[in-house]
T-cell receptor
């Protein structure tokens, strides 16, 4: 889907485990955004990163959730000590520059918590 | 906060019919985006609107940026079965760092 690669596509975790979601942006894109989608709902913004920097994490829970976008490698969304309520589809998007540029989305990671 | 209200929530139409859906907000938006999401996939950008009053087409799709900057419309002409999906409107939040999405309009097209 427009070159943004997310993996895994599906992830199953037990309560209390850690979940790591990866996102490789489109080639040349240095802006990455993470969203969460519950069934029958729209996407909710979580965090916006630009290479090695978190620009805005206002949509991300303060506890258990963290995100990074290192100089080399994919962006990682990490959820520690997962709970059932973390079950959702997590989408990553990237853009060439900031918000005024169109965002291209990956196909998401569907996280299921047992 | 800046909520985006989409209507209708769902539509069931016959192939060949025209479709109209809209998105409203209590706050002003400087950009309106329309995305389509197919099952199991990420949203795909259909149309981006950057100026109040702007009318933009992309094939059978036409979208307008309302003059008040608080609403936008998406029209699909002569619908076909592959138009099935969820259509989302979106726009940058008040601090310009987050993107707000509406809850979507679910379109079903009967052949």
């Amino acid at each position: 889907n427009a070159g943004v690669m997310q993996n895994p596509r599906h992830l199953v975790r037990r309560r209390g485990q850690e979940a790591r979601l990866r996102c490789s942006p489109m080639k040349g894109h240095s802006h990455v955004y993470w969203y969460r989608q519950l069934p029958e709902e729209g996407l909710k913004f979580m965090v916006y990163l630009q290479k090695e920097n978190i620009i805005d994490e206002s949509g991300m829970p303060k506890e258990r959730f963290s995100a990074e976008f290192p100089k080399e490698g994919p962006s990682i969304l990490r959820i520690q000590q997962v709970v059932r309520g973390d079950s959702a589809a997590y989408f990553c998007a990237s853009s060439l520059q900031g918000w005024h540029q169109p965002q291209h989305f990956g196909d998401g990671t569907r996280l299921s918590i047992l | 906060g800046q909520q985006l209200n989409q209507s209708p929530q769902s539509m069931f139409i016959q192939e060949g019919e025209d479709v109209s859906m809209n998105c409203t907000s209590s706050s002003i938006f400087n950009t309106w985006l329309w995305y389509k999401q197919d099952p199991g996939e990420g949203p795909v950008l259909l149309i981006a609107l950057y100026k109040a009053g702007e009318l933009t087409s992309n094939g059978r799709l036409t979208a307008q940026f309302g003059i008040t900057r608080k609403d936008s419309f998406l029209n699909i002409s002569a619908s076909i079965p592959s138009d099935v999906g969820i259509y989302f409107c979106a726009g940058p939040g008040s601090n310009n760092n987050d993107m707000r999405f509406g809850a979507g309009t679910r379109l079903t097209v009967k052949p």
